[in-house]
């Protein structure tokens, strides 16, 4: 049986969502502010919170914080009332899950209490499915038709890198560069064969040649496959193009300092920077990226 805390300063605001909350089974307990609160949810963490907005030493906007903060995986549904409606807004952008006017308590709040809990334990489901989850096999394919396709990828796999806690939050935007890099690589230079030289071009020759061959074959029919194995220790990424190639051996030291400032170099540059490991196969049509875990597991 689910329990929802209700905090509010006045003592009948907070018996009347009770009533309305026990009539579907559900359990409550109460809190006079968001100190209050937040005490009782160090003691017995409920399933979920249904706060009030303007209350004294500690109010809905602060309790969120603190929620969000220590306590991510408790939801939060807010009752506004008249003079309250900045401040609800403030706190639905820093994590608040819904909000309800108090003069429709009684019609809105319970199927509100309903949906949130029904989406809050799909996501406790999924995180005790991920801490027994020991490896997982990814597989993409794409076309070249269309510019920018593969940024959806990028974000999934930084989705799944950010779920198996494999890297924080500024690592996660390093590695979501370092794959964009590699994805252009495949897609441009490798399936449209683009030279990195034609974007030092005034004239747009590197766009205009590159939605061109976009639409021309061989080059339209070609795909970037890529495969991602992650475990609790690594993730591994394999992007693979249909180009003709190149010799790896003979790629410039991006990080010499004659070498910086080249177009040509600096998405190696970013992967090689951004990524602990990354090698070439020997036909340079596929690359292989690798991040490690940098620190222990954050648990949630």
Known sequence: MATVLIVDDNTMDRQLAAGIVKKVGMDTRQAMNG???LEQIEHDPPDL???DMLMPEMDGLELVR???S???AIPVILMTAHGSEEIAVKALKIGAASYVPKQNLARDL???IKDILSV????RDEQKAMACLSESHLVFVLGVAKGGAHESIVGYLQNQLRAWQLCDEADLIRVGTALHEAFINAIEHGNLELASDLRDQPDGAY???GETRRRESPYCDRQVFVTAHLTRDQAKITIRDEGPGFDPGRLPDPTKPENIGKISGRGLLLVRTFMDEVYFNETGNEITLIKRRSSE???A
């Open 207 to 209: 766009q205009i040649m």
């Open 110 to 112: 319970n199927h509100t």
């Open 297 to 299: 597991p954050k648990r």
């Open 35 to 37: 100190k209050d609160a």
């Open 66 to 68: 603190h929620i969000k």
């Open 120 to 123: 809050a334990t799909g996501k």
């Open 70 to 72: 220590q306590h991510s």
């Open 49 to 51: 919170v249904l706060t």
